[in-house]
């Protein structure tokens, strides 16, 4: 954990954890996770409020982060994808259904999904409607015309595109995810085009219907990365896909506040303010930068936002209903 600053590590909630019978097996940049010895079929993925900035770990919190990114996970994966294969099992104080020995204190229990443990490919994508920030300065340098997309010269930032774009990221030995082409990505997943069709189905149609969705709450997803992995049967002969990480939560998706009396959204919101910031800072030249803290106490707030706008809900009483804590 050395890309961990010690002031942030999950000490605690592993110890804790660790002594209600699970393994601690992975940590991540923003997630812990877990096994249990009986259920070797299903994962526990706890979410902090840890802060991470283009790929680097701060050493400081977003208070509320992994709360409101568990419940904006549950809210895309329960509510609106159900009808969709994804990884979802169970969440809140359904969690000691299946874990009776899980401990029962909401602020576990509200940052915690139980997951289908399915085996993943090197292979995330992302899906552009607009270019904005990153993904429009590639655009001027000519980055997505290079990968073959044939798109307009004169657009402008945060405009919409003509078709939402597809782009395979696959992860390099070195550990880093870079963009590549169609083929590309066929080629890492073994030659098997059928599950490199079915992920760029899948991606461009949960895209579409989750931008339909925001755009009646007056917000608008410039762009989304989404995971997917495989399930094969013993036999090794059939296999499913299943939507699987972070679903649509300002970790993995650029959200605009969207005014439809304008033609170009630009109002960025939460964790790409981040991003900006680190740029400015020239944080990867120095990462011991760290935000003020009221700037990072108004992006914290973005998530309960994000949340209430589109649940049309309260996150208390979304808290309630949904997820069985907050009582």
């Given at each position: 954990?050395?890309?961990?600053?010690?002031?942030?590590?999950?000490?605690?909630?592993?110890?804790?954890?660790?002594?209600?019978?699970?393994?601690?097996?992975?940590?991540?940049?923003?997630?812990?996770?877990?096994?249990?010895?009986?259920?070797?079929?299903?994962?526990?993925?706890?979410?902090?409020?840890?802060?991470?900035?283009?790929?680097?770990?701060?050493?400081?919190?977003?208070?509320?982060?992994?709360?409101?990114?568990?419940a904006l996970n549950i809210y895309w994966l329960k509510r609106i994808f159900h009808d969709w294969k994804n990884h979802?099992?169970?969440?809140?104080?359904?969690?000691?259904?299946?874990?009776?020995?899980?401990?029962?204190?909401?602020?576990?229990?509200?940052?915690?999904?139980?997951?289908?443990?399915?085996?993943?490919?090197?292979?995330?994508?992302?899906?552009?409607?607009?270019?904005?920030?990153?993904?429009?300065?590639?655009?001027?340098?000519?980055?997505?015309?290079?990968?073959?997309?044939?798109?307009?010269?004169?657009?402008?930032?945060?405009a919409k595109l003509s078709r939402n774009i597809f782009v395979p990221l696959i992860k390099s030995s070195e550990g880093?995810?870079?963009?590549?082409?169609?083929?590309?990505?066929?080629?890492?997943?073994?030659?098997?085009?059928?599950?490199?069709?079915?992920?760029?189905?899948?991606?461009?149609?949960?895209?579409?219907?989750?931008?339909?969705?925001?755009?009646?709450?007056?917000?608008?997803?410039?762009?989304?990365?989404?995971?997917?992995?495989?399930?094969?049967?013993?036999?090794?002969?059939?296999?499913?896909?299943?939507?699987?990480?972070?679903?649509?939560?300002?970790?993995?998706?650029?959200?605009?506040?969207?005014?439809?009396?304008?033609?170009?959204?630009?109002?960025?919101?939460?964790?790409?303010?981040?991003?900006?910031?680190?740029?400015?800072?020239?944080?990867?030249?120095?990462?011991?930068?760290?935000?003020?803290?009221?700037?990072?106490?108004?992006?914290?707030?973005?998530?309960?936002?994000?949340?209430?706008?589109?649940?049309?809900?309260?996150?208390?009483?979304?808290?309630?209903?949904?997820?069985?804590?907050?009582?």
């Amino acid at each position: 954990m050395s890309f961990l600053p010690e002031e942030v590590r999950a000490t605690e909630v592993i110890g804790k954890l660790e002594d209600a019978g699970f393994k601690h097996i992975h940590t991540g940049k923003t997630t812990e996770v877990f096994a249990h010895p009986l259920e070797l079929d299903l994962l526990v993925l706890y979410s902090t409020d840890r802060c991470v900035v283009d790929g680097i770990v701060l050493g400081e919190f977003l208070q509320g982060r992994g709360l409101f990114n568990t419940a904006l996970n549950i809210y895309w994966l329960k509510r609106i994808f159900h009808d969709w294969k994804n990884h979802f099992v169970a969440s809140g104080s359904a969690i000691r259904r299946i874990f009776p020995s899980f401990p029962s204190d909401d602020e576990m229990l509200g940052r915690c999904l139980v997951v289908r443990r399915v085996e993943m490919p090197r292979i995330r994508v992302v899906v552009h409607g607009n270019f904005v920030g990153n993904s429009f300065d590639a655009y001027k340098d000519g980055f997505w015309q290079r990968l073959g997309y044939n798109l307009p010269s004169n657009l402008k930032e945060g405009a919409k595109l003509s078709r939402n774009i597809f782009v395979p990221l696959i992860k390099s030995s070195e550990g880093v995810y870079k963009e590549a082409s169609f083929e590309a990505m066929v080629i890492s997943l073994g030659g098997l085009r059928t599950i490199a069709m079915q992920i760029k189905k899948l991606s461009l149609g949960i895209f579409k219907r989750a931008n339909d969705i925001t755009r009646t709450r007056n917000v608008l997803i410039a762009n989304a990365k989404f995971e997917f992995g495989v399930w094969y049967n013993e036999e090794g002969d059939y296999w499913e896909l299943f939507l699987t990480g972070q679903v649509l939560t300002p970790r993995t998706a650029l959200f605009l506040r969207y005014n439809p009396k304008k033609e170009i959204p630009l109002e960025v919101c939460g964790e790409q303010a981040l991003i900006d910031w680190g740029g400015q800072v020239k944080l990867k030249a120095d990462p011991s930068h760290c935000p003020p803290r009221k700037f990072l106490e108004q992006k914290s707030d973005w998530y309960r936002i994000l949340l209430e706008r589109l649940s049309g809900e309260e996150a208390e009483k979304f808290f309630r209903f949904e997820m069985g804590i907050g009582k």
